[in-house]
């Protein structure tokens, strides 16, 4: 039997600290420990992406990371994209192109676009396509989401 | 149904000989967590004690002598395909990184993880096993090398000591006017797990293969390196395509069937043989 330890996070720009098992998802966490219910989750085994959060700045699946793993780590979660009450340009071309159907990849596939913007200001479809391979839509409402991030991209 | 998470133990040492004496007393590895995490979830993962090797910067990084490029166990997948170097020199391996899962899979997947998980469909094998590479294996006892082709055993089964962890994966350099291919077929390259995955190499001169290396995923228990089909390759005209044996002994199951992987992983050679032409 393991024991529960405090995992101290940087979310969002917020210290925050929950008790939680070494081997806890970093997803459960989110939302049972911190109540950060935007990150969904989806397939529970690394294959749909809908708990896409990035960590210290890389995308990761948060139902792959032992609490104990993320240990100190930035976090940044669908929640933390916004500021002072505007969305993030990302969020707004999501929006404004329909990128977002049943809504339950919306919140992964908004951090992967946001990292793969980061990386790459000016992606071309490939490269977009590439970027969000690892997030699955179960609408398949993909060329909305390609739109989506191209109109981000400028 | 998930393992119950409260029965895990999962250790955190903060350097590679704090690690190493968890592994001696029977803790297992656990690096990106990208298979580990799955088996938990699906119940199916029956060890209980977990030692991070995470954040052992002992096994990072990428370094080169003249000889070989060493490539540390925790590499992960997007460090390998950004890694400029490992692009020029071994671009089936930057390759295959690249089609491994989806970027976040890349961001924590790491290279010696992948080995250890020992998966016969484990996209990085067959570019290792073309690519003659060793691994420096690490225990208390000291540091050992050995060749990664005979590391797999058998399903899942790895020639790995009691108290030993996999601290390196070296590749021999020098591999110049070499032709390669990498093969990935499933049913989507990102994000799914091969059918069938080739790697060959060859080196051509006077018209002739001059040395040949071909190997196979998903055809086998095991990541196949097909050492009759090559012996019986080399020396055949460029271009041509003789008859060979085939090594690949697959098994028909959820992705694919036998059938099916043993015509496509003998395509796939067939292809290959076709372009040094």
């Given at each position: 039997m393991a024991e529960r330890f405090l995992l101290r996070l940087l979310v969002n720009?917020?210290?925050r600290e929950a008790a939680a098992w070494p081997m806890e998802r970093l997803l459960d966490v989110l939302r049972d420990g911190l109540d950060l219910t935007g990150t969904k989750e989806g397939c529970g085994e690394g294959e749909c992406g809908a708990c896409s959060v990035l960590m210290d700045g890389e995308l990761v699946n948060s139902c792959l990371v032992p609490a104990l793993a993320a240990q100190g780590a930035r976090i940044t979660t669908i929640e933390g994209l916004s500021s002072g009450g505007a969305l993030h340009p990302v969020q707004r071309a999501f929006l404004e192109q329909g990128g977002a159907q049943c809504g339950i990849c919306t919140p992964g596939m908004i951090l992967a676009a946001v990292r793969l913007l980061e990386q790459c200001p000016h992606p071309s479809e490939s490269e977009i396509r590439e970027g969000l391979a690892g997030n699955l839509c179960r609408c398949t409402g993909y060329m909305r989401i390609l739109e989506a991030v191209r109109s981000a991209s400028g | 149904m998930r393992g119950f998470v409260p029965d895990y133990e999962l250790l955190a040492p903060s350097s590679l000989s704090e690690a190493l004496a968890l592994v001696e007393d029977g803790c297992r590895p656990f690096a990106g967590g990208t298979d580990l995490m799955v088996q938990l979830?699906?119940?199916?993962?029956?060890?209980?004690?977990?030692v991070l090797l995470w954040k052992l910067d002992e096994l990072r990084g990428i370094g080169a002598n003249n000889a070989e490029v060493r490539i540390g166990a925790l590499t992960t997948y997007t460090e390998v395909r950004r890694s400029e170097?490992?692009?020029?020199?071994?671009?089936?391996?930057?390759?295959?990184a690249a089609e491994?899962?989806?970027?976040?899979?890349?961001?924590?997947?790491t290279l010696g993880g992948n080995i250890a998980n020992a998966s016969p469909a484990a996209d990085s094998a067959p570019p290792l096993l073309v690519y003659d590479a060793e691994l420096e294996l690490v225990s208390r006892a000291g540091i050992r090398r050995r060749p990664y082709h005979g590391f797999h055993t058998g399903y899942k089964q790895i020639d790995l000591e009691p108290g030993e962890l996999i601290r390196a994966i070296i590749l021999p350099r020098g591999r110049s006017r070499w032709r390669e291919t990498f093969r990935k077929v499933g049913t989507r390259n990102a994000q799914a797990i091969s059918k069938v995955c080739l790697a060959a190499a060859a080196r051509c001169e006077g018209g002739r293969i001059r040395q040949i290396r071909i190997a196979l995923g998903s055809v086998a228990p095991v990541p196949l390196r097909c050492v009759a089909a090559e012996s019986a390759l080399a020396g055949a005209a460029a271009g041509s395509v003789p008859d060979f044996p085939m090594e690949a002994r697959p098994v028909s199951d959820i992705r694919s069937t036998a059938d099916y992987?043993?015509?496509?992983?003998?395509?796939?050679?067939?292809?290959?043989?076709?372009?040094l032409g």
């Open positions: 720009g917020v210290e | 979830e699906s119940g199916r993962l029956a060890h209980k004690r977990f170097l490992l692009r020029r020199e071994f671009p089936l391996l930057a390759q295959a491994t899962g989806g970027v976040a899979t890349q961001n924590r997947g992987r043993s015509k496509v992983a003998r395509r796939l050679v067939e292809d290959f043989l076709r372009s």
